[in-house]
Each structure stands twice: as structure tokens, then as C-alpha cells.
């Protein structure tokens, strides 16, 4: 075999070698970042085939002189290897990108389909007991068989109230699920917690359940004003449906250097662990206690209000066992 012929094996198989490493560390990159492997290819490949060359022109014994220069040739082309890299590597991570973007819309239309559907299934269940009333009372009425023609006419009132407050919880579910953006604008945290107590107070009052806000923290944020007085009025008028009478529930503002939360404390006697995943899902009642109180959607809102914002919804039950502690957090900036 001819020294040139040597020469060429040699080269052959340390690029091959050195390749075949590189490819192989690039293969486990790949999977966990693209991009990276990307950018490292281009180099591989150039470093390989100067490992090469390298090998193979020292084993015909050229002069040092020579043998240098051709090294900074090669070197030269590391600078040209690493900008096709970063080129590679940026359009592999604007790829990722979209495609993250693309499977997050994704997966968010088909999270909007499946509570539609719920949300329809959950109407014409539950639309059936108020109309069922509305129905036999108005017959009643027609027939004369009603003892106290006004005590039905208010009757009909309230199943009508009753429905009235259903659809409006599906609109506004169906808002937050839209791709519209809020409307923000600084508010006072704390006068919309005030609002909203003011508004359960009747409830409150009629159930014999103490309402109190303590501990306020006077921050001002940009946010959905009416979005998240309604959120907290949410939080509220759920724990004093599910506080026993002459129980209490408390609502306090908690502010952080890049947070602020709403807490609000009831008296329910806690939440089984199991269920404790489930309370803010549209639809979820738990036992049979919490039925019969509208269509579960109340603790949605809440949560979809908490994230249009960037924030979350979480609940929490008391270290004694006495009740849960529901909180709404947002970010100072959205």
C-alpha cells in the first residue's frame, strides 16, 4: 500500500470515527433540544473532516511549516461552521415555537369544545327542574287549583331568577373562553372585594352566615375590573352556601413583591382529598350537599377569570378540618 493510499485510509477512518462520536452525541441531544443539536452539526462536520485531513497529512510527514498552515486552514472554516449552525438552530427553534403555539391552541380548542358540550348537556338537565315548576304552577293557575295565587306567581319569579343566573354563567363561561381580551384598567383590589361582599350579604344574611373582610392590603393592580369582582363574588357566595348557619366566612387581600391574592376562608367542613382537583371544573358539585345549588359553573368562572390574568385559582383545606380555604392570585403585571 503506497503512502498516499495509507494516507487516504487513515484520513477516512478518523473522520468516520470522529463523525460517527459527534453524530451520535448530537442524536442524544436532539431529543431533548433540537436547536442545540442543530447549531452542533454544522460543527461536528467540520471538525470531523479536520480531524482527517489532520491525521492523514501528519502521517505523510510534511514539513512543520506546512503542517501548521494547513491547521489554521482549517481552523478557518470553524467560524463559517458556527454561524450555519446558529442559523440552523434559530429556524429550528422558530419551528419549535410555532409548533408549541400551534399544539397549545390546539389543545385549548379542544378544551373549549369539550366544556361546550358539558355546558349543553349540563343546560338541558338542569333547565328541566325550573321548567318543570314553571310549568305545573302555571297550570295550576289556569285550572284555579292554587290555594294563594300570589305565593305561585312569586314562585315563578324565582325559577325564572333561577334560570336567568344559569344562562348568565354560561355566557360569561363562554366569554372567558374566548380569544378576546379583557379590558384592564387600575383598580383597587380591595373595593372590589368590598363590592363583592356587599353583593352575598342578602345571601349571607338569609342563611345566617357571618360575612367579614379583615386584613386588606390596598393594592392597585391593572386588571378586569368587573372580571374579577365577579371572581371573588364567586368565592364568596360558595362558601356561604356550604357554611353552616351561624358560621363564618372571611375574605383577606395578601399582597407579594410580584403578587396579590384573595382568601377567602369558610366553615364547610372540608373537601375530601380526592375531590380537591376537581372543585374548579365546570360542572363539579361533589356530594349531594352541594348539589341543587345552580350548575356547578361558578368555581370555572373563577378559575378562567384567575387565568386570563396569569394567575391561578387553588383551594386548600383547613389544618383542623373545619373548612377550605379558596385563593385567587394574581401577578402585579400581566
Known sequence: MTPETSAVVLSATVTAAAGTVGALALARVAGRRPA????????????????????????????????????????????????????????????????ARERADRDRAEQV?????ET???LSHDLRTPLAGIRALAESL??????????????????????D?????????????????????PADLDDLVSDAVATVMPLADAAGVEVSARALSGSVLELDARGVTRAVTNLLRNAVQHTPAGGRVEVCTKASADRVEVAVTDGCGGIPSADLGEVFE???????????????????ITREVARGHGGEARVA?????????FTLSLPRTR
Open 36 to 99: 442545540l443539536a442543530a447549531l452542533g452539526a454544522p460543527i461536528v462536520l467540520v471538525a470531523s473532516l479536520g480531524a482527517g485531513v489532520a491525521v492523514a497529512s501528519r502521517s505523510m510527514l510534511i514539513g512543520e511549516d506546512d503542517y501548521r498552515t494547513l491547521l489554521f486552514v482549517l481552523l478557518a472554516g470553524a467560524p463559517m461552521a458556527a454561524v450555519v449552525g446558529l442559523v440552523l438552530a434559530r429556524r429550528v427553534w422558530r419551528l419549535e415555537a410555532e409548533h
Open 120 to 122: 349543553i348537556r349540563w
Open 317 to 325: 383545606n383547613l389544618p383542623d378540618g373545619s373548612g377550605c380555604v
Open 165 to 185: 343566573a344559569m344562562v348568565d354563567d354560561i355566557a360569561e363561561l363562554s366569554r372567558l373562553h374566548g380569544e378576546a381580551a379583557t379590558r384592564s384598567e
Open 282 to 300: 365546570a360542572g363539579w358539585r361533589g356530594d349531594d350537599s352541594r348539589s341543587g345549588r345552580g350548575m356547578g359553573l361558578g368555581l370555572a
Open 142 to 163: 289556569e285550572d284555579d287549583a292554587v290555594a294563594d295565587p300570589h305565593a305561585a306567581h312569586g314562585r315563578i319569579v324565582r325559577e325564572v331568577d333561577r334560570m
Open 113 to 117: 369544545e369539550t366544556s361546550r358540550r
